[in-house]
């Protein structure tokens, strides 16, 4: 006992810790005359190799990663390094094409808008002379508008073929353009665009003929871009590259080298590959002078042109090299870096071992049967063998709450939050049963309109909903269902071999559903159902896919059973949106008929959806229908009266309608009646002037078969709109009035003039004289002839 304990005082310099607080302790007693009851694994931790082991396995994985990782990457960087070059330089031609096809394609717009304008098309026809000032001013205007130096458009010019006469640099001229080459229309293209070379100035012109798609034109609108603002948009800012535009002839129309615009290709190595490739876009390697170079191409579909780029190998490679190089000699600086930090990290890596043992050595108590540790570890593993054991008991708490748990589970999966081997693996904890085919149901309140509850009433209502659909599909077939935001998410299983019955047992589910919230709740709901899927990690996307088809109520309406597959068409046509209808409803709304305005509006939302498309377009469209009635709002000056109210954001409440209905039903109430009571209060302020107009059009035009419609087209009302408004301001209908002053010119023909009463009454429109006469009498109780008379006497 003498000796052991001598040699345990012999390594107090060198333990640390509690091990040298404990060995100082016995020491103090064994001073004072006191035998301590000394064991020797209580004190010292036995010895181990733990050490060495830990420096060899931190060393070999450190460095045969790194060895492997350093001679992949030498061999592979030259080959990975050009492929991403060429397709880094194959999206930036892309790029360059885009924006100058984008450009192009702006500039054609725009002129083939003016130029198939009506005031173009007649005045290229029309001799104009210097009276014709206004149609000039006109004409010199829209070719300003045209343009547009945002787009790089230098000179617009128009020209006259039949009369001679054309417009260029704000100015009007007579005769040929002396300072321009003759032009050779082709009839075949309306529009197209031909390089142009001359003296002062380079680049391309648009030639439009108009009209268009005539056999002889009778005129030209022509626009010029120079070769300096098609250059900047080729190059893009990369001055080291070759880039160029070639058309089907082999000219150069656009080069980054300002001397090659205008020459020829034929004569390049390249050309002869570029011709024999079926490929619209790609790239090859070729040699010029000896040299390699990568040659990018892409086809435009657009004008027949081709974008080329040349690019030297040199750079590619050379830049390969070097991160080949520098690879490597990382890879050996990180090898001897490896190897010394192995022996220094794996010193500092066994102090928190160390460490850990005395934490367990100080909260331990050891019996007097325990056996010694054989190392650290071991010892370790005794006190996590014990923490396991207290982990059994929390989880055997937590199953006391694992209905919380599995609710949670199960968001998680239908949100995709889950990893497979947690899927699988939770799976089989909850003993979830297995089905040949699954499928999501997802149920979700139509509108809250015209029931008896409100909108802060819904998750009331979820929550009773999902009571219902639980009720109604019983497990095992029902795995869960639970309400996630505004939707009630029902899984469900099935053992149906063929797809037919997959659906019917599936719209059973959901119909009994959906009649069953009607009979107790009184609601309106609709139900999407996904894809049947085999695996239950297809889940998130099962739910994402029952969403979606909710989404088709909007062409659908309410109490819809929505299968995706049904609904979404193979080939979604594109966005649709009926201008003429919109025209209409606008010139309806302007003559407050709101029985024609609602038929529009009705016949706009059935032309919307009439075409099958992902319902986002429809919802665009609408939201499109609400920007022009808002600007016909704003353009009469209503806009505060409109808008101020408290409805929020009526772009937000126009797209969280679900059905056609309630979109009609938002149109009409929201935006059509409040726009027709507003111009209706603005009529009234001006209904005098109204009347006051239509017996100017009498005053004038009373000597014509001039009718109550032909004055309200002439101002831009409703007859129906005028009738009243007149009735209102003169007390009497405008057939009354009409006669009335007819009556009062005959009388003043009669006493001034010597005209013959046939010719009065064929002027006041009678049809004869006999019915002008019986008219005469019934109002004047003698004959025209009499009247005069009696006038003159």
């Given at each position: 006992?003498?000796?052991s ?5 012999g390594?107090c310099?060198y333990?640390?810790?509690t091990?040298?607080?404990r060995i100082?302790?016995?020491?103090d007693?064994?001073y004072n005359?006191?035998?301590?009851n ?6 010292m ?9 830990l420096m060899?396995?931190?060393?070999l994985?450190?460095?045969l ?6 001679i992949?990457?030498?061999?592979q960087?030259t080959?990975?390094v050009?492929?991403?070059v060429n ?6 031609l892309?790029q360059?094409?885009s924006?100058?096809?984008?450009i ?6 725009v ?15 029309q001799?104009l ?5 206004q149609?000039?001013?006109?004409l ?7 343009q547009?130096?945002?787009l ?5 010019e128009?020209?006259?073929?039949q ?10 001229y007579?005769?040929?353009?002396l300072t321009?080459?003759p032009i ?6 309306n ?6 070379q ?12 108009i009209p268009a798609?005539?056999?002889?034109p ?11 603002e098609l250059?900047?948009l ?10 160029m535009i070639?058309?089907?002839q082999?000219?150069v ?15 390049e190595?390249?050309?002869?590959p570029?011709?024999?490739?079926p490929?619209?876009?790609?790239y090859?390697s070729?040699?010029l002078?000896?040299?390699p170079y990568?040659?990018i191409y892409?086809?435009s ?7 080329v ?7 590619a490679?050379k830049e ?9 000699t990382a ?8 190897a010394l ?5 794996s ?7 160390r460490?850990l043992m005395e934490?367990t050595m100080r909260?331990?108590?050891p019996t ?5 540790a054989?190392?650290?570890?071991q010892?370790i ?23 919380q ?15 497979r081997?947690e ?8 003993q979830l049963?297995?089905w040949r085919h ?10 809250l309109?015209?029931?008896?509850y409100q909108?802060s ?7 009773a909903i ?11 077939r029902r795995l ?7 939707y009630?998410?029902s899984?469900?299983?099935?053992d149906?071999e063929?797809?037919?019955e997959?659906l019917?047992e ?11 919230v009607?009979q107790y709740?009184?609601?309106k709901?609709s139900?999407g159902i996904s ?6 990690y297809a889940?998130?996307q099962?739910?994402l896919?029952a969403?979606?088809?909710l ?12 299968h ?6 193979r080939?979604?046509?594109g966005?649709y949106y009926?201008?003429h209808?919109?025209s209409?409803l606008t ?6 008929d709101?029985?024609?305005a609602?038929?529009?509006?009705r016949q ?5 959806l009439?075409?099958e ?8 469209s609408?939201?499109?229908l609400?920007t ?6 704003y353009d009469?000056g209503?806009?505060?009266?409109m808008?101020?109210?408290?409805h ?7 797209l969280s309608?679900?059905t056609?209905q ?5 149109f009409?109430h929201q ?11 603005r ?10 107009s239509?017996?100017d059009?009498i ?6 078969d001039?009718?109550?419609e032909?004055?309200?087209q002439r101002?831009n009302?409703?007859?129906h709109y ?6 209102k301001e ?9 006669a009335?002053?007819r009556?009062?010119m005959?009388?003043s ?10 010719e ?5 429109q009678?049809?004869n004289?006999?019915?002008?006469i ?20």
């Amino acid at each position: 006992m003498r000796s052991s304990f001598v040699r345990l005082l012999g390594c107090c310099n060198y333990a640390k810790g509690t091990c040298k607080k404990r060995i100082l302790k016995y020491r103090d007693m064994w001073y004072n005359g006191k035998t301590p009851n000394l064991r020797l694994e209580e004190i010292m931790p036995p010895r181990t190799t733990f050490f060495i082991r830990l420096m060899i396995f931190s060393t070999l994985i450190g460095t045969l990663p790194l060895l492997f990782l350093g001679i992949y990457s030498f061999f592979q960087s030259t080959s990975a390094v050009q492929t991403k070059v060429n397709e880094a330089n194959v999206f930036i031609l892309q790029q360059s094409q885009s924006r100058v096809e984008q450009i192009l394609k702006v500039i054609d717009q725009v002129t083939g808008r003016y130029a198939e304008s009506p005031l173009v098309v007649n005045s290229v026809s029309q001799r104009l002379e210097i009276g014709d000032f206004q149609n000039i001013d006109q004409l010199v205007k829209g070719l300003l508008g045209v343009q547009t130096y945002e787009l790089g458009v230098k000179d617009t010019e128009l020209h006259s073929l039949q009369q001679g006469w054309y417009i260029k640099d704000g100015g009007f001229y007579f005769g040929p353009d002396l300072t321009k080459k003759p032009i050779l229309l082709n009839t075949a293209y309306n529009s197209r665009w031909v390089p142009e070379q001359d003296g002062a100035f380079q680049g391309i012109k648009l030639l439009k003929t108009i009209p268009a798609q005539a056999a002889e034109p009778k005129g030209y609108l022509s626009v010029r871009v120079s070769n300096t603002e098609l250059a900047k948009l080729l190059t893009g800012g990369f001055s080291s590259r070759e880039t160029m535009i070639i058309d089907d002839q082999l000219n150069v129309i656009v080069h980054s080298n300002a001397e090659r615009i205008g020459g020829s290709i034929a004569g390049e190595p390249w050309l002869e590959p570029l011709r024999n490739t079926p490929e619209t876009h790609g790239y090859f390697s070729s040699t010029l002078l000896g040299k390699p170079y990568s040659v990018i191409y892409m086809h435009s579909r657009y004008n027949n042109w081709t974008y080329v780029s040349v690019i030297p190998l040199e750079e590619a490679r050379k830049e390969s090299a070097s991160i080949g190089w520098a690879t490597l000699t990382a890879c050996v600086l990180l090898l001897l870096f490896t190897a010394l930090l192995s022996y220094w990290g794996s010193k500092r890596m066994y102090f928190p071992v160390r460490s850990l043992m005395e934490v367990t050595m100080r909260h331990s108590k050891p019996t007097g049967g325990s056996t010694a540790a054989k190392d650290e570890l071991q010892w370790i593993g005794t006190q996590f063998t014990s923490l396991h054991q207290s982990k059994e008991q929390l989880e055997g708490q937590m199953k006391m709450q694992s209905g919380q748990l599995f609710d949670y589970f199960m968001l998680k999966l239908f949100q995709g939050e889950l990893h497979r081997s947690e899927l699988e693996e939770k799976t089989s904890r909850y003993q979830l049963p297995v089905w040949r085919h699954y499928a999501v149901l997802v149920l979700q309140i139509d509108t809250l309109d015209q029931t008896r509850y409100q909108a802060s009433e819904q998750d009331l209502l979820l929550f009773a909903i999902n009571n219902i659909a639980s009720e109604l599909i019983e497990p095992p077939r029902r795995l869960h269902a639970m309400p996630i935001g505004n939707y009630q998410v029902s899984l469900v299983g099935s053992d149906a071999e063929h797809h037919m019955e997959l659906l019917g047992e599936f719209s059973s589910l959901a119909e009994s559903a959906q009649r069953s919230v009607d009979q107790y709740l009184g609601l309106k709901v609709s139900v999407g159902i996904s894809r049947p899927f085999e695996q239950m990690y297809a889940t998130p996307q099962a739910f994402l896919e029952a969403k979606e088809a909710l989404q088709y109520r909007i062409r659908l309406g309410e109490k819809a059973i929505l299968h995706l597959d049904d609904l979404k068409p193979r080939q979604a046509s594109g966005h649709y949106y009926p201008h003429h209808l919109v025209s209409e409803l606008t010139q309806a709304i302007a003559f407050l008929d709101r029985d024609k305005a609602d038929e529009l509006l009705r016949q706009f939302i059935q032309e919307v959806l009439r075409v099958e498309t992902d319902p986002n377009l429809y919802r665009m469209s609408f939201a499109m229908l609400l920007t022009d009635l808002a600007r016909v709002i704003y353009d009469a000056g209503d806009t505060g009266e409109m808008f101020i109210r408290d409805h929020g954001n009526e772009y937000e409440q126009l797209l969280s309608l679900k059905t056609p209905q309630q979109i009609e039903i938002w149109f009409k109430h929201q935006i059509i009646y409040p726009m027709m009571d507003l111009a209706r209060k603005r009529h009234e302020s001006s209904g005098k002037s109204i009347s006051r107009s239509v017996m100017d059009l009498i005053h004038e035009h009373y000597d014509s078969d001039l009718t109550l419609e032909q004055c309200a087209q002439r101002l831009n009302y409703s007859t129906h709109y005028i009738r009243r408004i007149f009735r209102k301001e003169t007390g009497m209908n405008f057939s009354d009035y009409l006669a009335g002053y007819r009556h009062d010119m005959a009388k003043s023909w009669l006493s001034g003039s010597d005209m013959k009463i046939t010719e009065i009454a064929e002027k006041l429109q009678y049809t004869n004289a006999q019915n002008f006469i019986r008219q005469f009498r019934k109002l004047e109780g003698m004959t025209p002839g009499q009247y005069r008379e009696q006038q003159r006497a």
